[in-house]
């Protein structure tokens, strides 16, 4: 069985920014039997926990790597060097790991996958992927947004 990378949150890991975890019972049946990597990228950059919430602004996390987007707390705070360190870290965790998929928490503005909050603070949402999901595709990791979550 090939390895799969899962943000850690839907493992019970309490590393969301409002310092709760997602568990999912939906994940632990996706990847039974299977080896998995349990990663948080933004704790991995540096980030604490809890945390201000950021969202992408400017465009998704493809912009965030070409360096034409941001990630900023609802304070004003620019946090984009850490969440795009967290990113290299956990593809470095990934490949460490042998993962050719990862299971991803959906909306997250580093995890998420199709769709991100926009930037606003409002809860609206609009397409495009967080900068650890960018990454990752651009790595030729599959990344899934998980169900349940
Ligand atoms: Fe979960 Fe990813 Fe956010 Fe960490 S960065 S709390 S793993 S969604």
Redesign the pocket.
Same mark, same amino acid.
């Given at each position: 069985m090939e390895a799969v990378f899962v !943000?850690? +949150?839907l493992r019970g890991v309490p $590393?969301?920014f409002d310092g709760r975890d997602k568990a999912s019972p939906e994940i632990e049946r996706a990847v039974a039997g299977r080896p998995v990597v349990s990663f $948080?990228?933004?704790?991995a950059g540096g980030l604490a926990t809890p945390r201000r919430p950021a969202e992408l602004v400017g465009g998704d996390g493809h912009a965030v790597l070409d360096g034409t987007a941001r990630v900023v707390e609802d304070t004003g705070r620019d946090v984009t060097a850490e969440f795009v360190d967290g990113a290299r870290r956990a593809l470095a965790a990934a490949r460490h790991g042998g993962c050719t998929e990862a299971l991803?928490?959906p909306r !997250?503005p !580093? +995890?998420g996958r199709g769709t991100v909050h926009d930037g606003s603070f409002t809860g609206r949402l609009t397409a495009g992927d967080g900068v650890t999901a960018a990454l990752f595709e651009r790595n030729g990791i599959a990344v899934r947004p998980a169900s349940g979550a």
């Open positions: !943000s850690a +949150c $590393c969301r $948080c990228p933004e704790v991803l928490m !997250s !580093s +995890c």
